[in-house]
């Protein structure tokens, strides 16, 4: 006998056999425990609302229910089971209040149905409802009442320094509508939106939540259950933040400035300039006046005067920035120091860029230049010139000149000392006179 076990249970077909009738087995167990159906309880399942703008269109809305939630029993398989005990939070049951018909114009009580919403991917066909807490929910419907509000947000936190100033705050919508029971809007004056910001230093921009304010501008003390039914509105939309822009500015004195164009003996370093004003208050980005460090009225060319000059030039300041000295115009003196100036009449008078094939007649003959430089250097040309010399020399640019007669405009008429090689110039401007003809 033990032979022929040892036979039976060596051989292949055994094992074969052997290994069928266990995956039977198992196969059953698994059938009859998997779809062994089970009892689950979903408590305190939320009641949520759709269509309910449709019913504010009517002019009318949900003021309260009973209850706020729903208990639900399935019964499911046992994996099905599994899926929904920990499923709990993603349940809840809907009610679409837009297929409600209000009476005319009073409030009223109603029941409603509800559809139970599983949680996203569960197949609802896997358990069956086997009881309910409540099959309908008590709504009370009331009529919808709406009032305009404005909204204010105060900066009170100050700035990082002195040199910051907060502008006004803007306030985007600075009106709302608020809607709900009437007697509940009766109480609602306007709307407060809080800042959660100090020591600024630059422009704030934050999309911020509101408080509803009282007549007498406190906060208004709402339940839960009461603020639940106000709802709030800008154009039709509904909004629940405010967009609140905190503009800051910043304060800077800045000097005045003018570019010098050196020539004839002058530069910068002899010449005394007064500005008045000195520097002006300005206010405005931060980024733009922290790169600023000066305002260029302007450019004076030192030769277009002998000794001194008075100049009002306007003052230009940078786009979005404000003058806050208000001053426009600012007066510039500049006096020239340790130069003289000597005078000559000269009739050394020549032409350049003559139009071809045309005659030219200098009308003007004799051009009156004025000269200037240190004393010593003016004497060395002033010699010349007495020992008849040409050193000074009128030059007019005849440049895209026609037919007829023409007084250059200054621009046009360059004085140059030749033969000198000392610091010295022509100062001031000088016109003259030509008549252009056909050759």
């Known amino acids: 006998m033990r032979n022929v076990l040892n036979r039976i249970f060596s051989s292949k077909a055994f094992y074969i056999v052997f290994s069928v009738i266990v995956a039977i087995v198992l196969w059953v167990f698994v059938e009859i425990t998997e779809n062994q159906v089970q009892s689950v309880i979903i408590p305190d399942i939320p009641v949520v609302f759709v269509g309910d703008e449709v019913l504010r269109d009517r002019g009318y809305f949900v003021s309260s229910q009973s209850p706020q939630t729903v208990r639900i029993t399935f019964d499911a398989s046992r994996a099905a089971a599994a899926t929904l005990s920990g499923s709990e939070g993603e349940f809840m049951v809907q009610i679409d209040v837009s297929r409600i018909t209000p009476p005319h114009e009073r409030a009223f009580s109603t029941l409603a149905a509800y559809e139970v919403i599983y949680p996203e991917g569960f ?5 069956t409802i086997t009881s309910q807490s409540v099959e309908r929910i008590s709504l009370f419907i009331d009529i919808l009442t709406s009032r305009q509000i404005r909204v204010e947000a105060p900066y009170t936190g100050g700035t990082a320094s002195d040199e910051f100033i907060v502008e006004s705050t803007i306030v985007e919508p600075s009106i709302i509508t608020v809607h709900g029971p009437g007697d509940m809007i009766s109480r609602i004056s306007s709307a407060r939106v809080r800042i959660p910001h100090e020591n600024i230093s630059m422009t704030v921009v934050d999309d911020l939540p509101f408080v509803i304010l009282d007549d007498d501008g406190e906060e208004l003390e709402l339940e839960p259950e009461e603020f639940s039914q106000l709802f709030f509105s800008s154009n039709d939309m509904p909004i629940d933040a405010i967009r609140v822009t905190v503009p800051v500015s910043m304060t800077k004195l800045v000097p005045l400035s003018v570019e010098i164009m050196p020539g004839a003996g002058a530069s910068r370093d002899n010449i005394n300039i007064t500005y008045n004003p000195t520097e002006v208050q300005l206010s405005g980005d931060p980024d733009i006046l922290r790169a600023l460090n000066s305002i260029e ?128 110039g022509a100062v001031g401007d000088y016109r003259v006179s030509v008549r252009i003809t056909e050759d």
């Open 123 to 127: 197949d609802q066909n896997q358990v």
């Open 297 to 424: 009225l302007g450019t004076i060319d030192l030769t277009r005067f002998e000794l001194s000059t008075t100049e009002q030039l306007p003052i230009i300041i940078p786009n979005d920035i404000i003058n806050e000295s208000g001053q426009t115009q600012a007066t510039v003196l500049i006096e020239v120091r340790g130069l003289e100036i000597d005078y000559y009449s000269v009739e050394n008078l020549h032409t350049i860029n003559a139009p071809p094939n045309y005659d030219v007649v200098l009308i003007t003959q004799s051009v009156d230049p004025r000269v200037r430089g240190r004393r010593e250097d003016l004497d060395i040309l002033a010699e010349l010139m007495l020992e008849g010399g040409q050193n000074i020399r009128v030059v007019a640019d005849l440049t895209d000149l026609g037919p007829g007669t023409t007084r250059l405009p200054s621009s046009r008429v360059r004085i140059f000392i030749d033969g000198v090689d000392v610091d010295i």
